[in-house]
């Protein structure tokens, strides 16, 4: 939805953009901290989560820094996340119900961070899977069904700009 917002000069350039974002985010950043915490061998730790990357990076980096690194990275990521989460399904409640929904939206929204600030650690977690699990099913059928529109538009834009 952020990347169809976007004014750009063609959708395929914009569509660049985001495969360039979950390759920083989920291969590099992701495949980074995983050699982080085998090389260090904190994989043996026992700990887990935050707590597991938080032990790789202490070892790995001298004094403080891999807390800070850990902790610094985690607020970015949480931030970003809820601001993401909230403009989606904000523009969803919008598209769906109208502009008048959109405060009633914004005060459940509060209340949902709230709890999920304050709740079960393993509930949240196992509340989120579930409803990116289910999020996933309607964007996989939607990408399946434009495959022919994404093609079409793939081979526009680089016929395009082989010829500039």
Known sequence: MVHAAAQTDHPVRQGLYGIFEVFVDTLLICTVTGLVILVTDSWTSGA?????SVS???TGLPGTWGGIVVTGGLILFAFSTVI???YYGETGVVYLFGVRAERPYRVLWLVFIYLGAVGS???IWDIADTLNGLMAL???VSVLFSIPVLLKLNREFFATSRST
């Open 48 to 52: 887990t989560g935050a707590a597991l």
């Open 56 to 58: 790789a990076f202490t």
């Open 84 to 86: 993401g989460w909230s």
């Open 121 to 123: 650690l393993h509930l």
């Open 138 to 140: 309607p964007n996989l």
